[in-house]
């Protein structure tokens, strides 16, 4: 009990003498406050070296005891440097509480601090030199572990709180020319030190306004708060709150960061706007020029949330954000504008510090023009080898890209363009060589073209361009590529496909073409009644090979406005062309493969319809072409031919030529063979009189010229074999003179024949025709010597030609000194076998001919020769004699012509002649004349006779009562005689040798005509 006593005792004792304690020292500081306040200016004074100065200190130690309390009105620091005393900072009020036994022990416990009003001008001169400098240098010392002494203890110090308010501060760098205004309406913290370990936690903001920074607009910002709520305890900082609102900006973050060794994060940010509307105004004009930016706008939503450790590279947190522009609006100097744009991504940054786990999800991309619109979708995974699958829907209205094409390519562009496309792959730092193909084999794209229309180069206007276009991978190596409904019009080039489509499979890689082959699955293009229909295989691009089929019908209508007027005036007509060709294409060498790839590798039908063709000169004019024309194996076919030259109709039908490549192109020793039937209509000189000049004959080995100044010409080393049939309906020529010769009327009718030629001869057979009112039916062969000589034989048969219609229409050979259509008339009958040797020219002194001549129902009228005769033997009737039958066999040897004894029957007197005829114009002709018919006359009853019964000439008679005139022509002189018995029989010796010489070289039935191939 007395125990207890003692301890109550002791208790009150502590008790009274610590409120005694506690007055005194109230007492103390209230009476000593001012002297305090007074010192401590001074001692500050004295250490900062600045003017600094103190409205009023109040001390409470009694009310917030074991606290001591403080408060100080107006502080006041200056700048010892400025004459004007210019204020660095002011404050208003500062409010401190202190524990007191902590105090006493050298521990700042402080339980409040509280500072209101505050004043701060921070400025930073052109040298980097702050206006606090002499500050920071007075206060440089006192901070501790700024000296190598060992600090007697260590610093603690807490605040329960910490609370700043109405406080500004106005910050300008001269050197970077930046500067601003901060305003802190209030901030609460709460700190504790203590044994080196820190914790608070701060709430409040502040807000920025009037800021400026060289080359930035950041002076456009009107204001910017910031607010938060931060803790930190244990290395650990926790964000309860942290928002930076301003125009177009607000952004809030919150979340944990540990801090130590590595950077422990569990964050989240999220921006609720960023309008770019108002964000615009803060980027440099400069910087959208250079990325041609006119205009931008639109909304920006993004969170993300972060958790994970970061150390440099070897450890990253993992990000999950969500990213959404919301009415994106683009307008650049390079691309069309974009109306609206709205893009959703979500992001995940993996667990891996390579961000080779990165996930992208595109959850949709949509931009918008005026009148295009674009749809992305897809997700893309890692961040150094990103794999990615994308899909995307496009609809492009080509009137919108005008603008930004060039014009010189193309004008006035419009319709439309939708495409799909869907692609997937990896994507590699250093792309191969065959990544083109890894992109193809992965995608598949399919595009509508529809109603584009464009005025391209040259003014040519192209419209109606619609095509359904898609690209697919069958397996790996083969993409398919896919072409329907394809239509294009132009009227300038009168086109107009339509309903035209293409199927090709593609195997191998574009980066290897040399195994790359495309198969045409099928293709179609159709143009009015053009039309291309095919398919084929073509390999190795490099050295292209190919096997293709087609069908081709072309109207040469449609094509005339492809080819110019200097080429080609007019035509028209259809062409329908069958091609299966295969073969090997070198590019440096094309020109040498075209003809085997076109005689050996191709087999070709082709089919013209009334094709008209009109050239410039329109001396090449050709209408109504038609025929079935085939090419296979170097053998060229030609049936049902017909075609119209300058109104000549021309027919040709079953004609085949053979070798045309391998013996006339290469030259090889081989037949060029040929047999073809020829039928031409009515011939028309006058039509044809310019092309028929006659060039002179060439003889001898013929040969091929070449090509290169001065070298010598290629041997011909081919030979040909050409035969078949030939008609021509009339040969007509009226008025006309041909190389000087005048023909008054040459109407030749029915004209056929059969022919052969060959290098060694030229065979003419059958050549029959009906011309001056008979027949002719004439057979020809020429002959071509190694030595270079030729000849012609000829086997002609006349059968009742009319000799008067003959040299009238004829123009009598040019020969009216001689004789003249009005001296002689009758129907010649003949049949001639002729022998004309060539050398340089035709050795008229070697020609031979054998045969039979006959004129009947004719007769001799006013005749120069016949005048002569009647004149010698005063017989009138003789130049005017009218006979029924003159039958002759004639020969020709030598340079002359001879004509053995022939009888003349006729209505005045009967004659036996026979003569020689030079062609040199001499001659020499012996007759005799019945010696009754020259005393009495001839009998009418002898005439009937002979008219009836076909009895000619009494030869018996005749001989024994006749008289012999002999008629010879030498240069210009002619002379009738009476003929002596030696000069007849003289005659007619010479008439029997040069014939028995004729007969032993000259052998008619053995020359042959032939026209046969063989």
């Known amino acids: ?38 010192f401590t200016m001074e001692k500050l004074e004295d250490e900062i070296s600045a003017p600094m100065s103190i409205g009023n200190v109040s001390l409470i130690p009694l009310f917030s005891f074991p606290r001591l309390s403080a408060e100080i009105n107006d502080f006041w620091i200056g700048d010892p440097n400025s004459q004007n005393a210019d204020t660095l900072f002011f404050i208003k009020s500062l409010k401190l509480s202190l524990d007191s036994r902590d105090l006493i022990n050298g521990i700042y416990a402080i339980s409040k601090l509280e500072i209101s009003g505050l004043d701060f001008d921070y400025i930073t001169d052109k040298n980097g030199k702050p206006n606090i400098d002499f500050l920071l240098k007075a206060f440089a010392d006192t901070v501790p572990g700024t000296t190598n002494e060992k600090a007697a203890f260590p610093l603690d110090l807490s605040t329960e709180k910490f609370k700043i308010k109405n406080i500004h501060i106005n910050y300008y760098d001269s050197l970077s020319l930046s500067g601003g205004q901060v305003f802190i309406p209030e901030i609460g913290i709460k700190a504790k030190v203590k044994n080196s370990v820190y914790s608070g936690k701060a709430k409040g903001g502040f807000v920025l306004s009037h800021c400026s920074f060289k080359e930035t607009r950041i002076d456009q910002m009107e204001s910017c708060a910031v607010n938060f709520d931060i803790r930190y305890e244990n290395n650990k900082v926790r964000i309860k709150k942290l928002s930076i609102i301003s125009e177009g900006i607000n952004l809030g973050v919150k979340g944990v960061f540990s801090l130590g060794d590595t950077l422990s994060i569990d964050a989240g940010v999220e921006a609720k706007t960023l309008d770019f509307d108002i964000l615009k105004k803060y980027v ?21 949330a972060i958790k994970g450790k970061y150390a440099d590279s070897t450890l990253l947190p993992t990000l999950n954000a969500d990213v959404a522009f919301r009415n994106i609006r683009l307008q650049t100097a390079a691309y069309p504008a974009i109306d609206t744009m709205n893009l959703r991504l979500k992001l995940n940054s993996g667990e891996k510090p390579d961000l080779s786990e990165a996930v992208t999800n595109i959850i949709n991309l949509d931009i918008v023009s005026s009148k295009s619109h674009a749809h992305l979708e897809g997700k893309i995974d890692g961040f150094r080898k990103p794999r990615y699958r994308l899909s995307s829907n496009l609809d492009i209205n080509l009137r919108e890209l005008e603008t930004f094409i060039p014009y010189s390519l193309a004008q006035n562009i419009e319709g439309n363009i939708a495409a799909t496309i869907k692609t997937k792959g990896v994507l590699q730092q250093k792309i191969p060589d065959d990544y083109a193909d890894y992109i193809l084999e992965n995608s598949t794209i399919s595009v509508n073209v529809r109603e584009v229309s464009a005025i391209l180069s040259d003014s040519l206007k192209m419209e109606g361009f619609n095509a359904a276009m898609s690209f697919t991978s069958e397996k790996p190596g083969d993409k398919k590529i896919t072409i329907d409904k394809l239509s294009l019009k132009s009227e300038a080039l009168n086109l107009n496909l339509q309903n035209s489509s293409l199927s090709l499979m593609l195997s191998g890689k574009l980066a290897d073409p040399g195994k790359l082959r495309a198969d045409i699955l099928s293709l179609r293009l159709q143009s009015g009644e053009n039309q291309l229909i095919g398919s084929g295989k073509i390999k190795n691009l490099e050295t292209p090979e190919f096997d293709i089929k087609s069908n081709i019908v072309i109207k040469l209508d449609d094509l005339k406005s492809f080819l110019p007027d200097t080429v080609i005036k007019n035509m028209a007509g259809l062409i ?51 025929a079935r024309i085939s090419l296979k194996n170097d053998i060229l076919n030609i049936d049902d031919l017909s075609a119209t030259y300058k109104g000549l109709k021309l027919e040709m039908d079953s004609s085949l030529i053979r070798n045309i490549y391998k013996a006339v192109v290469l030259n090889k020793n081989e037949e060029l063979y040929v047999n073809t039937h020829i039928k031409i209509g009515d011939v028309i000189f006058d039509d044809f009189k310019q092309l028929m000049a006659i060039g002179p004959t060439k003889t001898g080995k013929e040969t091929i ?21 030939a008609t021509v309906k009339s040969f007509i020529v ?36 009906r011309v001056f009112e008979g027949e002719m039916n004439n057979s020809l062969n020429y002959k071509i010597r190694d030595d270079g000589t030729q000849s012609v034989s000829v086997h002609s048969r006349i059968q009742n030609m009319n000799i008067r219609t003959l040299l009238r229409d004829m123009d009598n050979f040019g020969m009216d000194s001689l004789i003249t259509s ?16 060539i050398d340089d020219s035709v050795l008229i002194d070697k020609m031979m001919v054998s045969g039979d001549l006959t004129l009947e129902k004719g007769g001799v009228y006013n005749y120069a020769p016949a005048r002569q005769i009647a004149k010698f ?15 002759s066999n004639i020969f020709m040897f030598k340079n002359k012509l001879y004509v053995p004894r022939t009888d003349i029957v006729s209505n005045a007197i009967d004659i036996a002649a026979f003569g020689m005829q030079s062609l040199d114009g001499d001659s020499e002709y012996h007759l005799e004349l019945h010696l009754s018919n020259i005393l009495f006359g001839k009998s009418k009853k002898r005439n009937k006779k002979q008219d009836k019964s076909g009895e000619e000439i009494d030869k018996g008679t005749l001989k024994k009562n006749s008289q012999k005139i002999k008629y010879v022509v030498k240069g210009d002189k002619s002379k009738v005689a009476r003929d002596s018995r030696e000069e007849r029989d003289k005659m007619m010796n010479k008439i029997r040798v040069q014939k028995k010489m004729l007969d032993f070289i000259f052998f008619p039935k053995n020359i042959h005509y032939s026209t046969d191939s063989d």
């Open 734 to 769: 009226d008025s006309s003179t041909i190389e000087g010769f005048h023909i008054n009327r040459l109407h030749i009718n029915d004209i056929s024949t059969l022919f052969k030629l060959t290098d060694s001869s030229y065979v003419v057979d059958k050549f029959k025709f």
């Open 1 to 38: 009990m007395k125990i207890l006593k003692k301890l109550l005792r002791i208790i009150g004792i502590f008790t009274l003498s610590v409120i005694l304690f506690m007055l005194l020292l109230v007492v103390v500081a209230k009476i000593y406050e001012d002297k305090l306040a007074s």
């Open 705 to 725: 010229p070449s090509n290169d100044t001065g070298t010598a010409a290629e041997a011909r080393n081919w030979t040909f074999l050409v035969h078949g049939s």
């Open 873 to 887: 033997t005063s017989i009138k009737e003789l130049d005017n004699i009218q006979f029924k039958t003159l039958r």
């Open 284 to 304: 440099p004009k400069s910087y959208l020029e250079d990325y041609g930016i006119i205009n931008i706008g639109g909304m920006m939503d993004f969170s993300a």
């Open 576 to 626: 329908e062309l069958s091609i299966i060709s295969k073969g090997k294409i070198h590019a440096d060498s094309l020109d040498l493969q075209l003809f085997p790839l076109l005689f050996e590798n191709s087999d070709l039908d082709i089919a013209l319809k009334d094709v008209s063709l009109a050239f410039p000169d329109s001396i090449m004019d050709i209408d109504s072409v038609s």
């Open 822 to 837: 009005k001296n002689i008339s009758g129907l010649l009958t003949t049949d001639l076998n002729t022998f004309i040797p």
